[in-house]
């Protein structure tokens, strides 16, 4: 329930009343949310932060393990001591912004109970936390395979590296990321039943995560792609009682590669008291389509309206990835988010806009300045007219005028950020590779400033030809890579030769790359 108990509380007030007394780097989220990638073994405290091994050999005795991990303990010890964790730099960014902006750190502890936020500040910060919310992943399978995603979240995207090998002549930081299939990130093993990590959710979810959960939400990949979701599914329909507490949500594209599959997802949700869709978009039709390859706007703005019509759907969220591209029509797209709202009231869907950070040469923080006044221009006089003011939500609202500021004020993405002339190589190289594979074309989809931008980069782009031959015309270095080469803080892990190493995976904790963690052989 959080923040709904203070009928009229703001953002600000809350953070003033409940954060701030506690430490000026409490998250709550630390302590009751999480993010566990079951497949291969990995988990965080939200989608910001690195994800990390989980340790195998505490999961028999204590199944809480994939989430109550000895790197989260020693976040929430930092936190209550009002210490910055490196792994949650996107909040600290935002902050240090000034004009006391409301962080995401406000969002993910504000939905939660004011006791337990008070619980977690007596409990010894060594103890196992009962979760509130969890988002999980039992697959990386996806149909999509969208130009800021990667091998270790999308089978289409690991389709991609094998058909064409890796792309090439990618120098800035999180280029190991487009080099191979993220091998790390395959299923743990070949069958369910076998995968420690599923094992030990089903062990705590029948023995107290599912009676104390208040949501609990499955993404991917695609999550409607996987047996385990609508296995899920099921449970909801076998225990009618034990789930009529608890939120139902999956992160899905709506984007099905037949329609029985959709049809199957309504008639389902109908058995889930308090059935939720989050689902993914930020740009407006051809540009949509380009950054989010695979997606047929149109029929994932009918499978939308569907979903709103016919299916038990209590709440729509819209979850929007704030890249370069996105900024040429991300105020057409809030138009028509607005026009739902019109239609279908408050079970249209709301918005969260989540700046990109990674990879980095797609961040709106790296563009020219002339380009990004010309957008931050054209979102300010949007967010200043009369329907944005009468019908966003002071969220949203918040988080618009966070990236008005954060493309006035922020120049690098993170602290690690290659240097700009590497930036720009890398932005030319990967698009004009990713027009070859995907059969898109930058400068069409993209006229105005961008295409002139793009065409003024000077890159080594192999042709048509070594793509499709798989020639390799561009060595690209990992070594000195922080997104893929550097140990988190914490020293939990070897990294001293990346030769030997076993998988590299999840973000790096202490440089806050993306990439960077290796596992022992045991």
Not at 92 to 112: A, L, N, P, Q, Y
Not at 139 to 146: E, G
């Amino acid at each position: 329930m959080g923040r709904k108990h203070w009928e009229g509380e703001t953002l600000h007030e809350f953070k003033q009343r409940i954060i701030d007394p506690i430490s000026k780097s409490y998250c709550a989220a630390k302590w009751y949310n999480a993010t566990i990638w079951l497949g291969h073994g990995q988990t965080t405290s939200c989608h910001h932060p690195p994800g990390h091994w989980i340790p195998l050999e505490e999961l028999e005795s204590n199944p809480s393990a994939i989430h109550n991990t000895p790197h989260k303990k020693k976040m929430r010890k930092m936190m209550l001591n009002g210490e910055r964790p490196s792994e949650c730099e996107y909040c600290w960014k935002v902050e240090d912004m000034g004009k006391d902006h409301i962080s995401d750190r406000v969002f993910k502890t504000e939905i939660f109970q004011d006791k337990d936020i008070a619980d977690s500040t007596v409990a010894d910060w060594n103890e196992n936390v009962m979760l509130r919310t969890l988002e999980i992943s039992f697959d990386r399978a996806c149909n999509l395979k969208c130009s800021y995603c990667n091998p270790a979240f999308s089978t289409a995207w690991v389709k991609d590296i094998n058909t064409f090998g890796a792309y090439q002549n990618i120098q800035s930081d999180g280029r190991g990321h487009f080099i191979d299939t993220a091998p790390w990130a395959a299923p743990a093993a070949k069958k369910e039943a076998n995968n420690p990590y599923i094992q030990a959710f089903h062990k705590w979810w029948e023995t107290g995560l599912a009676d104390n959960l208040e949501e609990i939400r499955i993404t991917g990949g695609e999550p409607i792609m996987h047996a385990s979701t609508w296995k899920l599914f099921n449970w909801f329909e076998q225990n009618p009682q034990r789930g009529r507490q608890m939120r139902f949500a999956i992160n899905s594209n709506l984007s099905p590669e037949t329609p029985k599959v959709l049809d199957k997802l309504i008639d389902k949700s109908w058995h889930v008291p308090n059935f939720e869709i989050y689902t993914s978009c930020e740009a407006a039709k051809d540009q949509a389509e380009y950054i989010r390859d695979g997606l047929r706007y149109d029929l994932w703005m009918n499978n939308i309206h569907r979903v709103l019509k016919e299916s038990n759907v209590s709440k729509l969220h819209m979850m929007m990835t704030i890249n370069a591209l996105c900024l040429t029509t991300i105020t057409e797209f809030m138009d028509e988010m607005l026009d739902l709202r019109e239609e279908y009231g408050r079970r249209a869907p709301t918005m969260t806009l989540n700046i990109l950070r990674f990879p980095s040469f797609q961040s709106c923080a790296i563009i020219p300045i002339e380009i990004k006044k010309f957008y931050k221009d054209k979102l300010h006089d949007w967010f200043d007219g009369d329907r944005p003011t009468e019908m966003l939500t002071e969220p949203e609202k918040a988080s618009i005028q966070r990236l008005i500021d954060y493309l006035d004020i922020v120049k690098t993405p993170h602290k690690n950020t290659a240097d700009m002339p590497k930036l720009y190589n890398d932005f030319k190289a990967f698009f004009a590779q990713y027009d070859i594979r995907r059969n898109k074309n930058f400068v069409e989809t993209f006229p105005g400033p961008f295409a002139e931008w793009f065409e003024s980069i000077d890159a080594v782009i192999p042709t048509r030809e070594q793509i499709e031959n798989k020639e390799t015309i561009f060595v690209t270095d990992r070594v000195g890579d922080p997104a893929t080469t550097e140990e988190y803080a914490g020293g939990d892990d070897e990294h001293e030769d990346y030769s030997k190493q076993k998988f590299h995976g999840g973000w790096d904790t202490d440089t806050d790359g993306l990439g960077g963690i290796s596992v022992d052989e045991t």
